[in-house]
Protein backbone atom coordinates (compact mmCIF):
# COMPACT_ATOMS: atom_id res chain seq x y z
CA UNK A 1 0.00 0.00 0.00
CA UNK A 2 3.15 2.22 0.56
CA UNK A 3 4.10 2.78 -3.07
CA UNK A 4 0.59 3.45 -4.06
CA UNK A 5 -0.41 6.01 -1.51
CA UNK A 6 3.04 7.64 -2.33
CA UNK A 7 1.88 7.46 -6.37
CA UNK A 8 -1.44 9.02 -5.39
CA UNK A 9 -0.29 12.01 -3.31
CA UNK A 10 2.21 12.98 -5.68
CA UNK A 11 -0.25 12.97 -8.55
CA UNK A 12 -2.59 15.12 -6.19
CA UNK A 13 0.19 17.34 -5.47
CA UNK A 14 1.03 17.62 -9.32
CA UNK A 15 -2.69 18.18 -10.19
CA UNK A 16 -3.15 21.11 -8.14
CA UNK A 17 -0.06 22.81 -8.75
CA UNK A 18 -0.51 22.28 -12.51
CA UNK A 19 -4.68 23.59 -12.38
CA UNK A 20 -3.02 26.49 -11.03
CA UNK A 21 -0.31 27.10 -12.96
CA UNK A 22 -2.45 27.25 -15.85
CA UNK A 23 -4.89 29.23 -14.32
CA UNK A 24 -2.35 31.74 -13.43
CA UNK A 25 -0.63 31.48 -17.24
CA UNK A 26 -3.63 30.95 -19.36
CA UNK A 27 -6.47 32.59 -16.66
CA UNK A 28 -8.18 29.27 -18.00
CA UNK A 29 -10.53 28.33 -15.22
CA UNK A 30 -11.33 25.29 -16.03
CA UNK A 31 -7.38 23.92 -15.32
CA UNK A 32 -7.81 26.01 -11.75
CA UNK A 33 -11.44 23.93 -11.33
CA UNK A 34 -10.25 20.58 -13.23
CA UNK A 35 -7.06 20.41 -11.60
CA UNK A 36 -8.01 21.45 -7.93
CA UNK A 37 -10.65 18.65 -8.23
CA UNK A 38 -9.10 15.99 -9.50
CA UNK A 39 -5.71 16.98 -7.15
CA UNK A 40 -8.13 17.12 -4.10
CA UNK A 41 -10.06 13.80 -5.16
CA UNK A 42 -6.37 12.18 -5.60
CA UNK A 43 -5.28 13.36 -1.81
CA UNK A 44 -8.65 12.39 -0.54
CA UNK A 45 -7.81 8.93 -2.10
CA UNK A 46 -4.39 8.87 -0.33
CA UNK A 47 -5.74 9.28 3.12
CA UNK A 48 -8.24 6.58 2.87
CA UNK A 49 -5.89 4.51 1.70
CA UNK A 50 -3.77 5.02 4.01
CA UNK A 51 -5.91 5.49 7.29
CA UNK A 52 -9.49 4.07 6.70
CA UNK A 53 -9.06 0.01 6.00
CA UNK A 54 -12.72 -0.25 5.24
CA UNK A 55 -13.06 1.78 2.10
CA UNK A 56 -9.11 0.93 1.18
CA UNK A 57 -10.64 -1.06 -2.03
CA UNK A 58 -12.84 1.63 -2.97
CA UNK A 59 -10.20 4.90 -2.89
CA UNK A 60 -7.57 2.48 -4.68
CA UNK A 61 -10.16 1.97 -7.17
CA UNK A 62 -11.26 5.95 -7.74
CA UNK A 63 -7.48 7.01 -7.81
CA UNK A 64 -6.92 4.44 -10.77
CA UNK A 65 -9.68 6.31 -12.91
CA UNK A 66 -8.49 9.51 -12.15
CA UNK A 67 -5.02 8.71 -12.86
CA UNK A 68 -6.52 7.07 -16.25
CA UNK A 69 -8.51 9.69 -16.75
CA UNK A 70 -5.84 12.12 -16.43
CA UNK A 71 -3.56 9.91 -18.11
CA UNK A 72 -5.38 9.71 -21.57
CA UNK A 73 -6.25 13.34 -21.47
CA UNK A 74 -2.67 14.60 -21.39
CA UNK A 75 -1.78 11.41 -23.62
CA UNK A 76 -3.85 13.17 -26.41
CA UNK A 77 -2.41 16.86 -25.68
CA UNK A 78 0.81 15.20 -25.58
CA UNK A 79 0.45 13.90 -28.99
CA UNK A 80 -0.48 17.04 -30.19
CA UNK A 81 2.13 19.27 -28.89
CA UNK A 82 4.96 17.16 -27.69
CA UNK A 83 5.63 19.13 -24.50
CA UNK A 84 7.81 17.40 -21.50
CA UNK A 85 5.78 19.82 -19.27
CA UNK A 86 3.15 19.65 -18.38
CA UNK A 87 2.01 17.00 -20.60
CA UNK A 88 4.47 14.28 -21.01
CA UNK A 89 5.10 14.79 -16.53
CA UNK A 90 1.87 13.83 -16.44
CA UNK A 91 1.20 11.02 -18.56
CA UNK A 92 4.20 9.45 -16.53
CA UNK A 93 2.73 9.99 -13.51
CA UNK A 94 -0.63 9.24 -14.16
CA UNK A 95 1.16 5.70 -15.69
CA UNK A 96 3.36 5.37 -12.28
CA UNK A 97 -0.10 5.67 -10.04
CA UNK A 98 -1.71 2.95 -12.49
CA UNK A 99 0.76 0.71 -11.91
CA UNK A 100 0.73 1.27 -8.22
CA UNK A 101 -2.69 1.14 -7.35
CA UNK A 102 -3.13 -1.95 -9.95
CA UNK A 103 -0.49 -3.69 -8.26
CA UNK A 104 -2.18 -2.75 -4.58
CA UNK A 105 -6.01 -4.51 -5.94
CA UNK A 106 -3.84 -7.29 -7.20
CA UNK A 107 -2.11 -7.69 -3.65
CA UNK A 108 -5.20 -7.12 -2.03
CA UNK A 109 -6.80 -10.02 -3.76
CA UNK A 110 -4.10 -12.16 -2.98
CA UNK A 111 -5.17 -12.15 0.69
Known sequence: MGM?????????????????????????????????FSGLLLLVCAHTIYYQRP?????????????LSLGVRFFFTW?????????LLMVLLSTLTLVATGASLLEQLAR
Open 79 to 87: RKTRRLMPD
Open 4 to 36: AVGAVMVLGVFSIVGGLIGFVKARSRASLIAGG
Open 55 to 67: QQDAAVLASGVVA
